[in-house]
């Protein structure tokens, strides 16, 4: 067997290797066509050295294409794949110009049909804020931890994210706490379910039953009111002695309008923390009451007022719509 062949594709210090077989997964594309051309300058739109395929693109985004490349499902763009200087809309609208201008067409059609799922929430869409995608660092004895906003935004109104939505990306907070236990928070924030307690994160200084204790004595000085209702719920569970594996709640999301009558419609977990975002830094978007509000199985988490400004002072600013956010009831 003749050994494999690959080509490199360099995007500035970076170099991507592909197989033949990944470049031909997307028919007719740019990339494919440079390494397969026979005349030496190939495409005056690229620049060759040394053999490699020298690109000017971002170097996350790349990896996304490479990904994409290699079969991988790639959309939407997890949040580490956000470049620093991008919001995750301008991310994916750049994603989307980087497949369009390498002739990347089934990655194309993937971003366009991603973008079409959100189109209800899309048509509110304003000027999108400037929100920069920021990681945090927590220091518990001698074990760093890194979150993002968005899983610290998991528990709403938690103490951790409290303290970090009033300081700029990359500060470091100590916290005194077990940094055994602190995983099983760290695991909470990250969606997965942290309970029972395995066994190597006990601290060899306490009992299992201490530690189920001690994580909720944590849970509740952080605020995170879902992990402590789940060890609350383990324990009852222990007590009545059924242990029982606590699911882990997939949350779901509806945008509700109102104008003649309430309308529901379901939205996707990125449409709603895309509209809670919009709607709050959009100027005629004003706050307001949620009652009246009945939709069984979910809770109303923020409500507004859409106003229409009119030019002429004498006449009073007119209530167009109001708009409200839900979340299911765990």
Same mark, same amino acid.
């Given at each position: ?76 763009i997890h949040s580490e794949l956000v470049p620093d200087h ?10 989307? $110009? ?6 990347? $067409? ?18 509110? $869409? ?34 951790? /994210?409290?303290?970090?939505? !009033? ?100 939205? !996707? ?18 706050? $307001? ?31 167009? /719509? ?9």
């Amino acid at each position: 067997m003749p050994p494999q062949m690959f080509y490199t594709v360099r995007i500035g210090l970076q170099n991507f290797q592909f197989t033949k077989e990944q470049l031909d997964s997307e028919p007719g594309n740019s990339i494919a066509a440079f390494f397969q051309s026979a005349s030496p300058n190939r495409n005056a739109s690229y620049t060759e050295v040394n053999g490699l395929l020298v690109l000017e693109k971002d170097l996350q985004l790349f990896r996304i294409i490479q990904a994409h490349l290699r079969g991988y499902k790639v959309i939407p763009i997890h949040s580490e794949l956000v470049p620093d200087h991008m919001t995750k809309g301008d991310a994916l609208e750049n994603l989307l $110009r980087d497949a369009r201008s390498l002739g990347l $067409r089934r990655l194309e059609q993937e971003i366009l049909q991603y973008n079409a799922s959100l189109s209800h929430a899309m048509q509110f $869409r304003q000027p999108e804020p400037v929100v920069r995608t920021k990681k945090y660092r927590l220091a518990v004895e001698e074990t760093e931890f890194k979150f993002t906003k968005d899983q610290l935004d998991t528990e709403p109104g938690n103490a951790l /994210s409290e303290y970090f939505s !009033q300081l700029e990306s990359g500060t470091y907070l100590h916290l005194q706490k077990d940094p055994l236990l602190f995983k099983l928070v760290q695991s909470h924030l990250r969606g997965y379910e942290a309970l029972p307690i395995p066994d190597t994160l006990v601290p060899d200084y306490m009992t299992k039953e201490s530690a189920l204790e001690n994580l909720l004595r944590d849970a509740r000085s952080l605020g995170l009111r879902r992990l402590e209702q789940r060890v609350m719920d383990y324990q009852i569970s222990l007590m009545r002695g059924t242990q029982v594996k606590l699911p882990i709640v997939q949350k779901k999301y509806k945008l509700a309008t109102y104008q003649d009558r309430w309308n529901f419609m379901d939205i !996707q977990e990125e449409g709603f923390k895309m509209l809670l975002t919009r709607f709050a830094n959009t100027p005629n978007y004003q706050p $307001r009451a949620s009652q009246n509000i009945q939709c069984p199985g979910y809770a109303v988490v923020m409500c507004w007022r859409d106003f229409e400004v009119k030019p002429v002072p004498q006449r009073a600013s007119e209530i167009v /719509s109001v708009i409200a956010l839900l979340e299911s009831i765990d």
